[in-house]
């Protein structure tokens, strides 16, 4: 869990594409694990749960002068669940912050390396 982090979720109780040998070399930018993830309504509620809670309280962060806010998603490998969330989130948010995404355990695609904004 990053130190740094102001608020953190779980996301280890949503259907995991590990689990499925065809779904386990991509991660959650890359469409098969797009498509599964987004079939499952939990995974929507999740997004929206979180995304609701953030918008909910953002408005506080900034009264509060603060220069940015660090959200953490977090799942057991890092690579599917958390990085489909964080996307999704960015998502959701980039036209009312500036939105930066890190994925600590998930590797930028070779073909992303030097356009990647993401890091």
């Known amino acids: 869990m990053p130190l740094d982090a102001d608020l953190v979720f779980d996301v280890r109780t949503l259907p995991n594409p590990y689990y499925d040998y065809q779904l386990r070399p991509f991660t959650g930018r890359d469409k098969p694990i797009i498509d599964f993830l ?4 939990m995974v929507g509620e999740m997004v929206d ?3 609701a809670f953030v918008d909910k309280w953002l408005p506080r962060f ?3 002068y603060r220069s940015y806010l660090t959200v953490a998603i977090g799942c057991t490998g ?6 489909f969330i964080a996307e999704a989130l960015a ?10 995404v890190r994925h600590r355990d998930a590797p930028i695609p070779v073909d992303e390396i030097a356009t990647h904004k993401r890091t």
Do not use: K, L, T
């Open 38 to 41: 987004s079939a499952q309504p």
């Open 62 to 64: 900034r009264d509060d």
């Open 49 to 51: 749960d979180i995304g």
């Open 91 to 100: 998502a959701r948010f980039a036209n009312d912050a500036n939105v930066i």
């Open 78 to 83: 890092g690579q599917h669940r958390s990085v």
